[in-house]
């Protein structure tokens, strides 16, 4: 019997399994595919001469931390994304673009030279690799007590794995429609399985190397496009050139929704590099192309992905979905179940921690370790409160990015009005949304706290994270709004008047409020329930 079965090879998979190598402990990893990486695909491009990433392409050191330690330990080259140069708008068909300067359009963004495969590929280095095995796809899964069964098809054939423990490190979605589970799941998670979208899933993307320089540079361009007509094949373009922009390439997401890009499937190549040719000139149509179409990958997108694909990046880290079930012996991973960074590589990464320091017993698992504390000392509440803190104080550090990607967003959407004001509201929002989660998650003990007038006194110990948190940020970006080259042509948001200061704060201060008594409801609920 296993120690420890992971089921899934991409990034989570990968580095759980590397974690629980790094402690000594046995394991086995299952993958679907018959290739290791799951999302994560970099295409070897012959005319450009270099690999190019046709899934996950960038990450964020800034505000991704797990992923930039995880490059540098490894020791893998990154390289800023290339924005430098005016970013081109095509808003109607037949029409010239439109010029206008975009100046780090994506935020700080850094790529891995070789590619995000390399980052798969220097994990499952780490691995003995009669731990992993391809080609297995999970069907069933059954608590047997003291231990886990796993029921795979591998080539048509059924394999029986028993495991004492077992992390399925699968987008949620997936394991909601396409694995039975006996006993049936809790009711709440099964829910959040379900209503958790698999991010990009339902994309597809086209990448072009040539054998040229890239031309666009020549003429001042980023390679940064953005087509909003009625008729746009790839709704953004981007420049994804090598590291010394020697090696010319662009890619770009297709605007046609899933079942449109099925009816032109054969043509998809064809229309992409048209689309390249409209932006940037003939030659632009002239190189190797490679497509995926991610709506067609059984094992990336579910059903409810291919028939609503989120407008915008969810909430990620449902709490059902952090905590083990069947006492402690299942686990659920995938970047979707991670609070930070959720959807992307950083968020895949996290999810691999959590589960890695559960399955090691070494307090990752706040829930049992909290509990503990709970009947041992009357500090419960002061201990969750401090994590809470915790929590807000590296949230003030990434509010700021979350901003400055919002307005980036709108700015590459043609938007023109109140695009601060929408930006910082939304940054906000997902800060307030972000806690609530993780005030379900940590063990507060509202069965010992008074309650006056309706308010708990755990209500203002917890607005008092935030002492400051709303100044310091409108502070960073009234600074960054004035020296913004990107904002110099819209006045309004270039220097931020008295009155849209206070509009905006008005916004924010309304979901301040629903913020509060959101998390007092909650509070005096369990108070009420324990009672």
């Not at 998979?13 to 590397?18: C, D, F, T």
């Not at 009669?130 to 080539?155: I, P, T, Y």
């Not at 200061?501 to 108070?527: G, H, I, K, P, Y």
Request: proline share 5%; net charge negative.
């Amino acid at each position: 019997m296993l120690d420890v079965a992971i089921v899934g090879g991409g990034v989570c998979g990968l580095a759980l399994a590397r974690g629980l190598a790094r402690r000594g402990l046995s394991f086995a990893l299952f993958e679907a595919r018959d290739r290791l990486g799951g999302r994560v695909l970099s295409v070897e491009n012959r005319t450009s001469g270099q690999r190019l990433d046709l899934g996950p392409t960038w990450f964020w050191p800034q505000t991704q931390p797990a992923i930039a330690a995880l490059v540098a330990e490894l020791g893998l080259e990154a390289f800023d994304q290339h924005d430098p140069g005016a970013a081109l708008y095509l808003g109607a068909r037949n029409a010239a673009p439109v010029i206008r300067a975009a100046p780090d359009l994506h935020g700080g963004a850094q790529r891995l030279s070789g590619g995000m495969a390399s980052l798969v590929e220097a994990l499952a280095a780490a691995l003995p690799p009669d731990a992993l095995h391809l080609a297995h796809r999970l069907s069933a899964v059954r608590d047997a007590g003291d231990h886990v069964d796993l029921l795979f098809d591998k080539d048509g054939a059924a394999i029986r794995v028993a495991a004492r423990r077992v992390a399925l490190a699968i987008p949620p979605r997936l394991l909601a429609e396409c694995v039975q589970f006996e006993p049936p799941l809790p009711e709440d998670l099964s829910a959040a399985m379900a209503e958790t979208p698999t991010w990009m899933a339902a994309s597809a993307k086209a990448v072009t190397g040539f054998e040229t320089p890239p031309v666009w540079r020549a003429f001042g361009q980023s390679g940064d496009a953005f087509v909003t007509h009625e008729l746009a094949i790839l709704g953004e373009v981007f420049d994804a050139c090598d590291a010394r922009g020697e090696k010319a390439a662009l890619g770009g997401f297709f605007a046609l929704a899933p079942d449109l890009r099925e009816k032109f499937r054969e043509s998809l190549a064809m229309l992409a590099a048209s689309q390249f040719a409209e932006l940037f000139g003939k030659s632009a149509a002239q190189g190797e192309s490679h497509i995926q179409d991610w709506a067609r990958e059984p094992f990336t997108c579910a059903a409810a992905d291919r028939d609503a694909a989120p407008d915008a990046h969810p909430d990620y880290g449902a709490p059902p979905l952090c905590e083990p079930v069947w006492d402690d012996k299942l686990h659920f991973g995938a970047s979707e179940t991670a609070r930070e960074g959720g959807g992307y590589v950083e968020g895949a990464l996290n999810a691999a921690s959590r589960i890695e320091g559960e399955i090691a017993g070494k307090g990752a698992s706040m829930t049992a370790m909290h509990k503990t504390a709970m009947h041992e000392t009357e500090s419960v509440n002061d201990v969750a409160l401090d994590r809470f803190r915790e929590w807000a104080a590296s949230r003030r550090e990434t509010v700021f990015a979350d901003y400055r990607k919002r307005l980036n967003l709108a700015l590459s959407r043609g938007e023109r009005d109140q695009l601060t004001q929408r930006a910082m509201l939304g940054a906000m929002e997902a800060v307030f949304a972000e806690a609530l989660a993780v005030i379900d998650a940590l063990p507060f003990d509202p069965s010992r706290v008074a309650v006056e007038r309706g308010r708990s006194e755990l209500t203002p110990q917890v607005q008092a994270a935030f002492d400051g948190f709303i100044q310091s940020f409108l502070d960073a970006v009234i600074e960054f709004n004035r020296t913004s080259c990107a904002l110099s042509n819209f006045p309004s948001e270039h220097r931020l008047s008295k009155d849209y200061v206070s509009t905006t704060l008005r916004d924010v201060a309304a979901a301040w409020r629903e913020f509060s008594l959101a998390a007092n409801s909650r509070f005096v609920a369990q108070r009420g329930a324990a009672a």
